[in-house]
């Protein structure tokens, strides 16, 4: 090799390690932070805690025996049609400047929604990125653009995280949320660690343990339990996770975050029900972790067991993270509602739905599916 092209390749690796340097320059914040000092010692002060970390109510494995060589196989020679064939619409909501009583939800993707309860406006997991991961070069890329840009969101009254996943909790949103919103921050126990590294004032973060609840404005927050794990790095379950009760003067929104599915949500139902509408995760589902995600016979179920009015399903069609074909969600979904009764809205990206004025439900996923 000549001394030229021995100088032009180490210019090559040189660039090519800036790259990736680049590339990663993000990841160690993206990890988030581990409780320290007094927030730890209040997480170990939890009933929900044992033996080092957080505990389900009833006993879940994330990833059975045997199950990931089974998902892989389907990864790879499975025939689901795990991508929409076309464009998925997108609707571009309007919020009125006034607010009023009534309930509205718009449904941006995967798991962000936005409620409107009583004129006081909740966000759930915010997700902007392009990528649910740690990096923004791999993982599950978003199949659908977000319906507005987050800075023309309007004004937010809280911002409501179910737990510290990558799909569920965005250190992108946040900061662009902690600088363009006023609003507090409510996470479960131990994810603040999480915000306060990200820059989030501690002002503005409040973390709470399952029945534990906050008042803003006039609506009253309250985290419940959830069936689920935690962790953005290679140790599970150092924050809580869970879902969480919105309960105005007259109207509610129960959103599940993630969650198999257990005879808690009766528990729930029984002690901060009924509500009009419910926010239930349906897909993502597979054989290889029953227990820490619904599938959506489950999701209807938990429905019924909170006492919800109006069911809209959450975590399908933004991002693909399971093996199952991409509608498939929606699709026994409606056939379940239509067996047990259950008033069911399925709304594009964008859609911002008057929950007291529904729409007939419209396949719009089935040209495309």
């Known amino acids: ?15 090519a390690a800036g790259g990736v340097a680049w590339a990663l320059r993000d990841l160690p914040a993206q990890l988030g932070a581990v409780a320290s000092g007094a927030r730890a010692e209040r997480m170990r002060r939890s009933p929900q805690f044992g033996d080092g970390k957080f505990v389900n109510p009833v006993p879940a494995e994330a990833l059975p025996d045997g199950a990931m060589a089974d998902a892989f196989r389907q990864l790879i020679f499975g025939q ?5 064939r076309g464009v998925i619409p997108v609707v571009r909501p309007v919020f009125p400047a006034k607010q009023d009583g009534d ?13 409107e309860v009583e004129g006081v406006r909740v966000l759930f997991d915010p997700v902007w990125s392009e990528r649910c991961s740690p990096t923004s070069f791999v993982g599950p890329k978003r199949l659908h653009p977000m319906p507005l840009g987050l800075e023309e969101l309007p004004r937010i009254d809280a911002i409501v995280i179910s737990h510290d996943h990558y799909d569920h909790l965005d250190l992108a949103s946040i900061k662009a949320l902690a600088r363009t919103q006023q609003a507090p921050f409510l996470v479960p126990l131990g994810v603040g ?22 008042e803003v404005r006039h609506v009253r927050l309250t985290a419940t339990a959830a069936r689920h794990f935690s962790g953005r790095r290679f140790t599970r379950d150092g924050t809580l996770w869970a879902s969480w009760a919105v309960k105005g003067e007259r109207r509610s929104v129960f959103y599940t975050g993630d969650s198999g599915y257990w005879g808690g949500y009766k528990e729930i139902g029984e002690q901060h029900g009924p509500f009009d509408v419910s926010l239930i995760q349906v897909g993502a589902y597979g054989d290889a972790w029953p227990d820490i995600h ?7 179920s938990a429905h019924l067991d909170v006492r919800a009015g109006v069911l809209i399903p959450l975590h399908w069609c933004t991002f693909n993270l399971a093996v199952h074909a991409w509608s498939e969600p929606v699709e026994r979904l409606l056939d379940e509602a239509a067996a047990r009764d259950i008033t069911l809205a399925i709304p594009r990206p964008g859609d ?11 396949p719009w996923w089935r040209p495309i599916a």
């Open 80 to 84: 689901q049609p795990r991508r929409p």
């Open 103 to 115: 309930l509205h939800v718009t449904w941006l993707g995967h798991s962000t929604a936005l409620a």
């Open 193 to 214: 660690a999480h915000l306060e590294r990200w820059g989030v004032p501690l002002d503005r973060i409040i973390e709470l343990d399952w029945e534990e609840s906050v």
């Open 294 to 300: 619904m599938k959506p016979e489950d999701g209807a």
């Open 1 to 15: 090799m000549g001394k030229t092209t021995r100088v032009l390749t180490l210019a090559a690796v040189a660039a």
């Open 352 to 362: 911002r739905l008057n929950i007291d004025a529904l729409p007939s439900v419209e």
